[in-house]
């Protein structure tokens, strides 16, 4: 049974994931130097190790209310296409290892903008965590309602 | 290249070197056709080019150079003269070599490219010479001709590597090259060997000084025999081993790399200076100074010499000069200044496009030359010089220079200026507007320029690269082109701003000036809404960038102008605070903003926060954008006007008591003189002015005015300059500029005015210029008479 890994994380109390290979590293970061004019989904600009990395804000990605940069913020950052962009979640979760049996497609019931960033549900011991497509989770100019 | 051998990569790198060698000695060749050095060493080179590609089986390279080298050895033989037609075959044949390399490196074959018609060239010219040869010496020429190409080859009196050496010159073993200086002085018979040895062993026991120095020391060789043998020693080594070759991503991975260091010494240095420890202290200073020098060195080896680039344009000048029947000498200053690597590439192409022009545009037509007084030659000029961390790349030429007037009558015919507000314009300014796309001056349209397309794309290439192009021209004289390029790409200067809460990196190049506004004395005022900054009587638009990025607009008090100038318009940037000058390190913004179009990158400022660098050029576009909808505005209320009135723009100022309104398109500038520098010529008052001799009218004298003088230690002036001459008009005050919409004016009653008006519900005189003018220079428009670009007020 084929299986895959998932390093999970938490936004407005739901489990998403994403796959562990396309993760660089997971990190909390204090300040952030806003972008004016760049789409509301961009949380601001942070320096990893002297290399300029965009953070995407996820819940305003996932159709929320931004919510205000202040303190650590964690930062799950993606390879990206060439250039790495950063993920703004709520907590960190673990890694779990995950057979494809416990994959379903999204429910019919998901609606709005987070429908188009899942790709699917996995179903863990008594909770359910969404996959995300990590293209289209980084993609800022995605419109968001 | 992966795909090829080495050998053939290593043989296609140095062919490239040699081929750009043989190409300025052959145009040196031309200039001086009897040097025999010359030749041998373009021979040498060539012979080099044909032994490797024989070797490596391009036959077609090899029977290219082969022909080339025949045609080389008639020329070094004698047997036949260095004319310009032999010269342009070379070069031709040069271009045949370069061609088929070029081929090489892309497709690992050399069958597409067409030498025999390069081939029939040269041996054409072979026989010319021949023919020729054999008419003056038959005897002579004989013998030469019969010798079959190859054979001349071989006989070849210079010492020629072999083939395979040309392909690998790999030094000798090390041994051989640097021999120890002992071994050295003994053989020569300088030391003796014993004195060598026992010199050996005191350096084994911990003399630190070097063995010729302790052989002198102690008297055991003479000076001269010590010099000697270190001068055998040094060129050696110079050879073999003071170069190698760096792969140039190498390089570009440690320059990043340092520019990190630097970055973190930046925050460490800013950490330890808060704890205050002073062994922390002064390591971290240590630290700060290697870091320096480390990142220094490191530029210093992507830095190449300006002639990399200017070595290619005699070549270029020849052929085009030729081709147009022109004569052109070219004069190279401060070739061995350094730019960056990369920036270098990016210069190149906008400085051939400056060459080209020049040639084409600048310099006349020696018959033209002749009938205006100058030399048949044209003189044609590169220099290359640092300027204040920066380096400034000109090219000149004495030729007829830019037509002003010209410019300014094809700006307003494509729209680009308002007639009216040509007389107001710096010469600069109009000369500035050869950079707007699609313009061109150009009579004829010629397949080198004239086209239009060329000098819009040179300013885009420069400033791409951080850099700015601007050109001056004296009429008769010639036009210099200057390129001011940053020294390195990946750090620049830049002043650091704040702007809301935020910091922003502004680069220097751009910057102009830096003004404060108090409030008082220096204030931001409005024309309809757009915001304006009186900057020495001209007026400046302003872009607010807390406005443009935004944010919450903030008060117009205790904030700083940065004037800035970009697509050779000036505007100036409203921002909080101005900070302080840096060096930034320039890092890539991440693609998602780039449709931004506001920055230009981003760098990390000290504090280890990220800064975004602001894109000049973009934020002078959107101050046009609002200057064009101003002028739209403008326009339709002028229209508006003029079927009431006038609508033109007046400078209002005060003279006694009285309002004087002057139209603001005859105003050259507005200037404080401080009361001491008026000087008396005959009955006249004059100032110094730039160079020249300015003589003032009193506007209270002319109109009769009366009331005190004003106080203060300096007089107001309004200066008007025409064709070369200026007068100044002394007023007690400027008060204003206004629109003159007023419908209530009446003709003149008294002399010196054109009429009177209501400007500002206030009752206001309207100045005769051209009268007033008069009165301060009688003889302003007897040179001008014939023009008409006087302007009646």
Redesign the interface.
Known sequence: MASRQFATFEVAGQLFGVEVDTVQEVLSYN?Y???????PA?G????L??????AVDLRVQLGMARKALQGPVMNVILRGDG?P?SLLVDKIGEVVDLDDERFEPPPDTLSGPTRELVVGTFKLDGRLMLALDVNQAVD??RATT | MEDLGEIVAEFLLESHENLDQIDRDLVALEQEPDSRDLISRIFRAIHTIKGTSGFLAFSRLEKLAHGGESLLSKLRDGVQPVTPATITVLLAMIDGVRSILSSIEENGTENDVDIDSILAQVHAQMNAGEAAAEAAAPAAAAPAATVPPAEASAETPVPLDEAPAAVRPEPEPVEEQRKPIGELLVESGGAQPQDVGSALAQQLEGDERKLGTILLEEGKAKPAAVNEALQQQAPKRSIADSAIRVDVDLLDTLLNMVGELVLARNQLVRGVMEIGDATLVRSAQRLGMITSELQEGIMKTRMQPIEHIWSKLPRVIRDLSNSLGKKVELVMQGKETELDRSLLEAVKDPLTHLVRNAVDHGIEEPERRLAAGKSAEGTLTLRAYHEGGHVAVEVADDGAGLDVDRIAQKAVEKGLLRAEQVPNMDKRDIMAMVFQPGFSTAAKVTNVSGRGVGMDVVKTNIENIGGAVSVDSTPGEGTVWRLTIPLTLAIIQALTVDCGEQRYVVPQVAVLELVFIDGNSTKIEYASGAPVYRLRGKLLPLVRLDRTLGLEVGGDQGVYIMVLQADGRRFGLVVDRVLNTEEVVVKALNSRFKDIGLYAGATILGDGKVGLILDVSSLARRSHLTADADRKSLEGSSRANSAAGTGERLLVTAVGERRVAIPLDTVTRLEEFPRDRIEHAGSREVVQYRGQILPLVRLSHLLGAYGEEPEGDTVSVVVYSEGGRSVALVVDRIVDIAENSTTARRDAEEDGLVGTAVIQQRVTELLDVRRAILAADPNFYSDLENDEMLVEA
Do not use: C, D, M, S
Not at chain 1, 33 to 39: E, I, K, Q, S
Not at chain 1, 49 to 54: L, T, Y
């Open positions: 300040e130097t806003p972008v004016p004019l760049a789409p961009v601001g600009l942070f320096n190790r002297g290399q300029v990395i965009a250039e962009v800022t100019y």
